[in-house]
């Protein structure tokens, strides 16, 4: 899966990660990728099931939800302007402080699994988190993720 340049954002603010959520997923709604209840089922998914990852320079989260919820495939990543707590993935009870999103949108639920863990790889790269969190325009970012996800 290839990130969409147009589902990049960079300098994201937002008070909250339900806020960070909803707006990343409205987007995803906006370019028809997503049903319009997409937002408000990753944003509830995301409470039972939290999705955020330490990470080096800097913590992400990977929120995504069912696949009935898509229309097509797609892949967005967003940088926060600044940290916002996510909870911690199997630790719903530890905050964690999230500068990146990776938001997943999968038709196939076949392939739900094996692109989270490409993304997770992905994140557990030093290297790449820190090009992400330094990209100045979406094509960076998709330079930086490069053939990872493909």
Do not use: W
Not at 78 to 88: G, H, Q, R, S
Request: charged share 25%; hydrophobic share 45%.
């Amino acid at each position: 899966m290839v990130v969409d340049e147009r589902l990049v954002m960079l300098g994201l603010e937002a008070e909250t990660a339900e806020e960070a959520l909803r707006t990343m997923a409205d987007k995803f709604v906006e370019l028809h990728k997503v049903k319009s209840t997409f937002p408000d089922a990753v944003i509830e998914r995301e409470k039972i099931y939290p999705t955020g990852l330490e990470c080096k320079p800097v913590n992400a989260a990977v929120p995504h939800c069912s696949t009935e919820y898509v229309v097509s495939d797609a892949l967005g990543i967003a940088v926060l302007k600044k940290p916002i707590d996510f909870a911690l993935m199997g630790s719903p009870e530890k905050p964690l402080p999230v500068q990146i999103l990776v938001m997943l949108a999968v038709v196939d639920p076949a392939e739900q699994v094996p692109t989270l863990v490409q993304v997770m790889e992905l994140l557990d790269s030093e290297e790449r988190v820190r090009a992400i969190l330094e990209a100045k325009t979406p094509a960076d970012v998709v330079a930086a993720v490069g053939d990872e996800l493909s």
